[in-house]
């Protein structure tokens, strides 16, 4: 394996490595914790949007994205995506539609990732799992459009934090019946041979209304966490933070 050409994750996982180059990953990702930390520390409560980077605008599912990320802006949340291309770009375009506030967390690859030109503030990161902890740390609900694995990785580990309670019951909403029909009865045979609760199955709603999904992310997220979706800012300019308007 040639090593020059690969992530530091890759090498990292490799296995046990000198103490040095393993304190030295650790504080890589502590670095990229703390920038990130910093450029989102006053951004309020998001909604982050979960889906593919490669439908471009003509697609439906990106017309989908638009129209959702507009009306849960409208609610008073921030739109948080992955920063990209695709329903990424659909999503934070929704929430420039109405004058929503945009935020992305992009990552770095060697293809197709690049930030889409509809963010009003964006983080870039090295490491996928600093960025999925960010996409969660700020967010109250989830919604999860048609994708890839990425996708369906974001979608399963928020799902296993809500469903263990390692974090709040934040709602997840997943948009595109007949793209994800077989991830709908694939979760009614785990609840059927009992590697789920059947209970499990009320933490997601499968769903292609919009007004459906606002009205659930109103009840059980808006009024089940009392949240106040205007935010004082109290900035402190010796840690190099500014405050988001």
């Known amino acids: 394996m040639n090593k020059q050409s ?3 994750e890759i090498i990292f996982l490799d296995g046990p490595r000198s103490r040095w180059d393993e304190l030295k990953f650790a504080f890589s990702v502590f670095h990229q914790f703390i920038i990130g930390f910093r450029k989102l520390h006053f951004i ?16 439906q599912y990106y017309k989908l994205t638009r129209q959702v990320a507009s009306e849960i802006s409208k609610l008073g949340f921030a739109i948080m995506t ?4 695709g329903i990424m770009e659909a999503a934070n375009r929704g929430a420039k539609d109405v004058g929503g506030l945009s935020i992305g967390c992009n990552i770095v690859l060697p293809n197709e990732q690049k930030h889409n030109i509809y963010l009003d503030h964006f983080v870039t990161l090295k490491h996928f799992f600093v960025r999925k902890e960010l996409l969660r740390k700020y967010s109250f609900a989830f919604f999860v459009m ?56 009320e933490l997601i709603l499968f769903t292609d209304d919009i007004n ?4 659930h992310i109103q009840k059980y997220s808006i009024d089940a966490f009392n949240l106040k979706l205007k935010k ?7 840690l190099g933070e500014t405050p988001i308007k």
């Not at 459906?212 to 009205?215: K, L, N, R």
Request: net charge negative.
């Open 82 to 85: 992955g920063g990209g291309p």
């Open 146 to 201: 048609p994708g890839g694995f990425g996708t369906l990785d974001e979608f399963f580990e928020a799902l296993t934090l809500v469903q263990t309670g390692k974090t709040d019951r934040f709602p997840i909403v997943i948009m595109g019946k007949d793209y994800h029909k077989n991830l709908h009865e694939h979760i009614h045979l785990m609840a059927k041979e009992q590697t789920i609760k059947e209970t499990d199955m």
């Open 6 to 8: 690969h992530p530091k």
């Open 44 to 59: 309020g409560p998001c909604v982050t949007i979960f889906g593919s980077a490669r439908f471009d605008e003509t697609h």
């Open 212 to 215: 459906e999904a606002v009205s």
């Open 232 to 238: 004082a800012q109290r900035t402190m300019w010796i």
